[in-house]
């Protein structure tokens, strides 16, 4: 419900013919990074059912896990209604995988919607339960279970293997620390989308229902167990996801691109269409002179400390967009949908 209402708002504001006159307000500093990269895209599935991938954390360039739903046929060549919920890069090959989920002792398998890495040995998967792998097996997290029933996680960001944050429906953060899970006080039923940290601060963004067919724009700040409401003014439209480096720049994207020096300033700068015409779902990135934005119709964005560059003529997806992106180094992976075909698409710089 949440990707039809966003791609259907994204598309309202295409045709709008809102022109964006300004230049660009993003951070500017004495380096640049290099524009040269290499496009690879990988396919999976489309004639067995509809998948998609929605999250993907790197840990290096031989190890990089993808989530979402890939439906093959199964051995007798009818369609598998079990999907494939993992992909995993091992240096040379894309593997699919079924990570199970575990209730009342009963394996079953359904779509991952988050995937967290702190090592090769440390990840997290998140979806309708929560899912450890430790290197060698995947462990049922199951002291989670009273705080999500009816409710999905939807994004992880942790500090270390003892702070842990998870994000979802229905106004739901939990957080792990010192061997326990507490929900975090967030006073909302809102509809968290997105979680990250740096330096001690934490950010979320959800969704806020102002109507039935309006949805507006939600930013809160974590501190230990409480949730803190921060300003959006002036944003109007939704955001998907925020990224920043403490108290040097900070970015939430969604209907638009918007940027602050400081979370203490007064109002967010950008507008909806910059610095493009299409929805954004994702934003992440290196420092302030290496970030990247993807989102809507296979839009690729990448500032470089001077300018915004869309790399959409090697990336365009013209059914579907990338749900997700990570940056680590010259390694910059996006993940999504294009009609029934999920996506990975590899941008390697040169």
């Not at 939600?218 to 955001?239: C, H, R």
Request: glycine share 12%; aromatic share 14%.
């Amino acid at each position: 419900m949440i990707k039809a209402l966003t791609v259907a708002i994204a598309f309202l504001l295409m045709l709008s013919g809102i022109e964006c006159k300004h230049n660009p307000v993003g951070p500017s500093g004495p380096d640049t990074t290099s524009n040269n990269f290499t496009f690879q895209t990988y396919t999976f599935g489309g004639n067995a059912g509809s998948c998609y991938l929605q999250d993907v954390a790197i840990i290096n360039d031989t190890d990089i896990w993808v989530v979402g739903a890939i439906y093959l046929d199964s051995a007798n060549g009818n369609p598998d209604p079990f999907p494939y919920n993992a992909v995993h890069w091992n240096g040379r090959n894309w593997n699919d995988l079924r990570v199970p989920y575990v209730y009342q002792g009963q394996s079953f398998y359904h779509p991952i919607e988050a995937v967290f890495a702190l090592a090769s040995n440390d990840v997290w998967f998140g979806g309708n339960g929560l899912e450890h792998w430790d290197g060698k097996q995947f462990s049922n997290v199951d002291a989670l279970n009273q705080y999500w029933s009816g409710n999905s996680m939807q994004r992880i960001w942790g500090s270390s293997d003892n702070n842990i944050y998870i994000v979802g429906s229905g106004g739901i953060i939990v957080h792990y620390a010192s061997g326990t899970w507490t929900k975090v006080a967030t006073g909302t039923d809102l509809y968290f989308n997105d979680i990250y940290g740096s330096g001690g601060e934490i950010l979320a963004t959800c969704l806020t229902n102002y109507s039935t067919d309006n949805w507006g724009p939600g930013i809160f700040s974590i501190e230990g167990n409480t949730a803190t409401e921060a300003s959006t003014y002036p944003i109007q439209y939704y955001l998907n996801s925020v990224w920043f480096v403490p108290d040097r720049h900070y970015y939430v994207v969604g209907g638009g691109v918007y940027e602050k020096s400081s979370l203490s300033d007064t109002a967010w700068e950008g507008q909806p269409l910059y610095p493009t015409r299409k929805e954004t779902n994702k934003v992440r990135g290196d420092d302030t002179n290496d970030v990247f934005v993807v989102g809507a119709f296979g839009e690729f964005l990448h500032w470089n400390g001077e300018h915004w560059q869309s790399f959409i003529s090697q990336t365009g997806l013209p059914g579907g967009f990338y749900s997700s992106v990570a940056v680590k180094g010259d390694l910059v992976i996006a993940v999504g949908e294009n009609g029934p075909v999920a996506i990975i698409t590899v941008a390697k710089r040169r």
